[in-house]
């Protein structure tokens, strides 16, 4: 089966940072969905548009009904790296989808760091609770953090102090590849209480204090690790148990 839906990541420099050949696949579309800041920086064409305002269920049933004609999506960096995409393969089959995907924002956020990406924890809380950083905190860790809003920098930093690791550097990266790219500085003890702008990524340096709370990924934790009445399962035998 050949490929019926075209999804195209951009970046925040829109299509100023496509070739001209995906362009063309835009200009010519008969039918453009995307988020409302990603249609905005399309020019209007003669394409019929449609956004995620009512969900991404009924925006997959639209475009269900709309089979044959030219269809693009648009998306935020690399559709398949907590983006679009797995939605659209999951609804319509692989078959039916031809992704071009551009640099995602942990790409870009490992370039402006200087990080090697194999080496840091890439993870999201754009739309998830902000505790899952909790499992990857660690001294020497480095995180990169897609974030839900402007007020994630600040909640993160507060979350670092209360678990210890106050003195970890936060770099947040703003609106990267864009006309209004920023990047901000600070330790998590020390970080300011503005908002930042709501499309930012964020990264950290752990640094663990003397009083840093962390464990890790293996079987077997502590009693400590674990809210409990005294009526809990011994070490050794929930390690035994989980490895079995």
Same mark, same amino acid.
């Given at each position: 089966m050949n490929p019926w839906i075209t999804v195209v990541g951009l970046t925040d420099r829109g299509l100023d940072g496509l070739p001209a050949a995906t362009r063309s696949l835009i200009?010519?579309?008969d039918i453009l969905v995307g988020g409302r800041r990603h249609l905005a920086m399309v020019a209007t064409t003669g394409a019929r548009q449609f956004d995620w305002s009512d969900g991404l269920d009924p925006a997959c049933e639209a475009i269900a009904g709309e089979r044959g004609k030219d269809i693009?999506?648009?998306?935020?960096?690399?559709?398949?790296?907590?983006?679009?995409?797995?939605?659209l393969v999951n609804r319509f089959g692989a078959c039916a989808v031809h992704f071009i995907p551009a640099a995602s924002a942990f790409s870009l956020a490992a370039a402006r760091m200087g990080w090697s990406l194999p080496d840091v924890h890439c993870l999201t809380v754009h739309g998830r609770?902000?505790?899952?950083?909790?499992?990857?905190l660690a001294p020497g860790a480095r995180l990169l953090v897609l974030s839900w809003h402007g007020k994630t920098p600040k909640a993160l930093a507060e979350l670092l102090v209360g678990k210890g690791f106050g003195e970890s550097q936060i770099t947040v990266l703003e609106h990267m590849e864009?006309?209004?790219?920023?990047r901000t500085e600070g330790t998590a003890s020390q970080w300011p209480?503005?908002?930042?702008?709501?499309?930012?990524?964020?990264?950290? /340096?752990? %640094?663990?204090? #003397? /009083?840093? %709370?962390?464990? #890790?990924r293996v079987p077997g934790l502590p009693e400590a690790a674990y809210q409990h009445d005294g009526k809990i399962?011994?070490?050794?035998?929930?390690?035994?148990?989980?490895?079995?």
């Open positions: 200009d010519g579309a693009v999506v648009l998306a935020s960096g690399d559709p398949l790296n907590y983006g679009i995409g797995a939605k609770p902000l505790e899952i950083v909790h499992l990857h864009g006309s209004r790219e920023n209480a503005r908002d930042s702008t709501p499309l930012n990524t964020i990264a950290v /340096d752990c %640094v663990a204090g #003397p /009083d840093a %709370v962390y464990w #890790p399962t011994k070490r050794e035998v929930r390690a035994a148990t989980l490895a079995a």
